[in-house]
């Protein structure tokens, strides 16, 4: 157990620095929902930021903010989660070596390396301590969450910087979208609860959290624990696993208020999310919020930003309705997620 | 003291050997891995070596007992071999009630094949066949070396460059402590790509004649491949078992050099943080460790940083130490994991394999790395270093199992 004493994210919604929770709702009708970005020479030298791709400036910005969120000065930890890494340096290499192999541009070959996220935040900010880069599909965050909670439960470190981060580019969609799971044609991201296209949208984002030891006046929430199952034998075994889950962290299935869903617009996917948690948890109030940011590794980062906040505010933006109605309390919220059903993520969140 | 993460079992592919016993023999031998290209396809055959796994795929699925390619990234079947021959030694089989997780390291996933479906996929969006591409991400291979082992319990992957499989052997460690897990599988793997031999040849850090670590005239690194993983317990659940002990995980550490993406510190402040917390954690001091396996890749920048941060902690005793990067090349993700299956049989054996290629002391230096093979040498504490791009820099100190 710990506590989320800083938030740094940024998303395909308002949620820089300044911005009312979610206020107003961002629509996207592109292919994916992208990230707004900050102005990234308020958080990294003009120099340095020229010759960097998007994802990296994404993750060094998100990681400052953070940290000045946190009022800290220097994390003990430096943890980063990436389902892809950078996929636009990725593509710009493998595009060179497309038609011959030479010599390539190297800062592409640099930046495509998955570690360059954790280090580009150490460099900036010259950070010495423990740093780490998960890289497991929808595991990635969470990974680095259970490193972080282990880290403080063992007593290494009190601050930690976990973050999670990925981006999406056209020709990794075009990839993605030919194996038939996801939408084939840009819809408007508020109606993808309603939209006829099949399939799930693909969005982007990085949230970065301080984790830490003690409540202070900074805290948002209590990251209770974190668990992650792969390759269920079927959804019955799944709910078993979160009721033992919740059970473990001394709850009952009546004590979580709310759960928020993994659901991204694919049927099949959908339709198991909609199983687990009403195997499991029948009476828990839930919504649905991948409309706001879309799917990708590590959206489990934009989840526990909005647990996060709803905890500490005791409040829930408009464009997030509950089903089938709004909790009676905000005490604990569950969040599950997965990846295509191989995949399964708990993250126990408590005011 | 806690519970102590103890270690049952090993297993390794390389260059060298394609398990303990053969790699055991080349580094008693002198026997190296790197030589002229034969397997790979790549227009530097002939001009840059690189040190093969001298199997091709088809060769490394009929060891591993599977049918069909299509699924595989070579990545992923060089690390169900070396895993195969862990878990068969721990003697760990699927449906024992034991909370047994894997943890896997790699650099670039299945690029292997991403690399052969790109050509086609750029020409036209809808070409290029897509099985060659779903094995891409990091996580596929873990995900099905899980899937063979039959392990369902926590399943993750690390990735921080040249460190990676030193990651995930102290990551492994840390959820056995907490009492996560009872046992961790953990290690590493990676194959030859176009993309990380173009990319290093692009950073002109490739020796046109094969490493030579801590050598004067050392011109740069090799690439190899390979996989190692270490099968982890809880000294408790090893003793419960009556399992053979093999070596203990005594400490590690990881810290970041936080200076630069590419070049390491000249004076090297993260390795030598990462080893000082490494040998803090095993409760001995310097005077206590046996041999250094160091990082020792070739490149100018890297042995001058490590050589100065050993020097610096080790003063005037420096205890033996080679890169055994000489024989088994740098093999990116899996060297963390390769160099503690090295370590582990250094301690098992009483020996400390040589340097290979070393004839020039480097004149920042006044440490010389160990050239000869040394036997009969009580090994007690070893130091293994990984140092990765970004200044993910990690030490593992292995140990002599001694019952409490």
Not at chain 2, 35 to 56: M, N, Q
Not at chain 2, 154 to 167: D, E, G, M, P
Not at chain 2, 333 to 360: D, K, M, Y
């Amino acid at each position: 157990m710990a506590y989320i004493n800083g938030i740094g994210i940024i998303s395909p919604q308002n949620t820089l620095p300044g911005s009312d929770f979610l206020e107003p709702v961002v629509e996207h009708t592109s292919e994916f929902l992208k990230s707004i970005e900050p102005v990234y020479k308020s958080y990294i030298d003009p120099m340095a930021s020229r010759r960097m791709s998007r994802l990296i400036k994404m993750g060094i910005s998100s990681a400052k903010i953070c940290v000045q969120d946190a009022g800290i000065e220097m994390p003990d930890a430096i943890i980063t989660g990436t389902g892809l890494g950078s996929v636009e340096d990725t593509e710009k290499i493998l595009g060179e070596l497309s038609k011959e192999e030479k010599f390539l541009n190297p800062t592409p070959f640099i930046q495509s390396t998955y570690n360059t996220i954790s280090s580009q935040i150490a460099i900036n900010l010259k950070c010495h301590q423990y740093n780490s880069t998960y890289v497991h599909r929808c595991f990635s965050l969470e990974s680095c969450l259970i490193d972080a909670l282990l880290q403080i439960e063992e007593g290494t470190a009190v601050n930690v910087l976990a973050g999670g981060i990925d981006e999406m580019t056209l020709n990794h969609l075009s990839i993605i979208r030919r194996l038939g799971l996801w939408k084939r044609e840009a819809i408007r991201n508020l109606d993808l609860w309603s939209s006829k296209v099949p399939g799930a949208l693909a969005g982007e984002g990085a949230a970065y959290f301080i984790i830490s030891e003690e409540r202070t006046d900074k805290t948002y929430a209590c990251l209770a624990a974190v668990e992650t199952l792969y390759k269920p034998e079927s959804t019955d075994k799944t709910a078993e696993t979160v009721v033992r889950f919740i059970s473990e962290n001394g709850l009952k299935p009546e004590d979580v208020d709310l759960v928020l869903m993994g659901n991204n617009g694919n049927e099949e996917h959908d339709r198991i999310c909609n199983d687990v948690i009403e195997h499991a948890l029948p009476s828990a109030s839930h919504m649905v919020y991948k409309h706001l940011c879309g799917e990708y590794h590590t959206v489990s980062g934009f989840a526990l930003y909005l647990a996060a906040n709803i905890l500490r505010k005791q409040f829930i933006p408009s464009s997030l309705p509950c089903l089938p109605k709004s909790p009676g309390k905000l005490q604990n919220i569950l969040i599950h997620n997965h990846f295509w059903n191989t995949d399964h993520s708990f993250i126990l969140v408590r005011r | 003291m806690g519970n102590r993460v103890v270690i049952t079992g090993y297993g390794i592919i390389s260059s060298i050997g394609m398990n303990a016993d053969e790699v055991l023999h080349s580094l008693m031998d002198g026997i190296s891995g790197i030589g002229e290209i034969t397997k790979f396809e790549t227009i530097h055959k002939g001009k840059l070596p690189l040190a093969e796994v001298k199997r091709s795929n088809e060769e490394l699925l009929e060891l591993c007992c599977l049918k069909s390619k299509k699924k595989y990234s070579r990545t992923t079947l060089l690390g169900i071999v070396a895993a195969r021959q862990a878990t068969e030694m721990a003697g760990v089989k699927p449906g024992q009630s034991y909370r047994t997780g894997l943890v896997s390291a790699n650099t670039v996933g299945g690029m292997d094949r991403t690399e052969d479906f790109y050509p086609l996929f750029l020409e036209n969006l809808a070409k290029g066949k897509l099985s060659e591409v779903i094995n891409h991400d990091c996580g596929d291979s873990t995900e099905k070396i899980a899937e063979y082992l039959g392990i369902c319990d926590l399943t993750t992957t690390i990735s921080t460059a040249c460190s990676s499989s030193a990651n995930s052997i102290m990551f492994g460690s840390e959820l056995i402590k907490a009492g996560m897990l009872d046992r961790v599988i953990a290690g590493g793997t990676d194959a030859v790509t176009r993309f990380t031999l173009n990319g290093f040849n692009t950073l002109m850090i490739l020796d046109k004649e094969g490493c030579c670590p801590f050598d004067e005239n050392r011109a740069g690194l090799t690439i190899g491949e390979g996989s190692a993983f270490l099968v982890l317990e809880s000294e408790e659940l090893a003793l419960k078992e009556g399992k053979k002990i093999v070596g203990l995980l005594s400490g590690y550490g990881n810290a970041n050099d936080a200076y630069h993406q590419t070049a390491s510190s000249p004076e090297g402040i993260g390795a030598g943080l990462a080893m000082a917390k490494a040998m803090e954690m095993s409760g001995i001091v310097p005077g206590n460790i046996n041999y250094i396996n160091v990082h020792g890749t070739g490149t100018q920048n890297n042995d001058l940083s490590e050589g100065m941060a050993v020097q610096k902690l080790f003063g005037e005793y420096v205890p033996p130490f080679s890169s055994t990067k000489s024989y088994t090349g740098h093999t990116l993700g899996a060297a963390g994991a390769i160099e503690a299956v090295i370590s582990l049989l250094s301690i098992q054996h009483n020996c400390i394999f040589p340097n290979l290629r070393w004839t020039t002391p480097m004149k920042e230096l006044y440490i010389r790395p160990v050239t000869t093979l040394l036997k009969d040498i009580m090994v007690e504490h070893v130091l293994s270093n990984s140092f990765g791009f970004g200044g993910n820099n990690s030490s593992l100190v292995l140990s002599k199992y001694n019952p409490r």
